[in-house]
Nanobody, 127 residues
């Protein structure tokens, strides 16, 4: 049974940092990429980043390049999203999702390219 569990969300001041974790079970990171998406109130769910263990590739939305870093620990079957220099517009529920493919091919097509989703973790950036 595939399961994805996010953690690490919380309240942080603008300019602060958080590290989100996504623990996967029911599959290993070498067969599926792991993507992070976020959804702010009243907005569409958007892709943030994706990690592919199979070819060591990473993807970032333009809005987070240079501030967010995605990484994976194959032994722990966990993907991390280090978020630095957070902005108020980063306030959203952050979801991790399992790609249909090992190389994030699903992620680049958007949310419909992902097969399984976690329940999300709330990140609030506010002073």
């Amino acid at each position: 049974q595939v399961q994805l569990v996010e953690s690490g969300g919380g309240l942080v001041q603008p300019g602060g940092s958080l590290r989100l974790s996504c623990v996967a079970s029911g599959f290993t990171l070498d067969v599926r990429g792991i993507g992070w998406f976020r959804q702010a109130p009243g907005k569409e769910r958007e892709g943030v980043s994706c990690f592919s263990h199979s070819d060591s590739s990473t993807y970032y939305a333009d809005s987070v390049k240079g501030r967010f870093t995605i990484s994976g620990d194959n032994a722990k079957n966990t993907v991390y999203l280090q978020m630095n220099s957070l902005k108020p517009e980063g306030t959203a529920v952050y979801y991790c999702a399992a790609d249909r493919f090992a190389d994030c091919s699903g992620y680049v097509r958007g949310k419909h390219g992902m097969d399984y989703w976690g329940k999300g973790t709330l990140v609030t950036v506010s002073s």
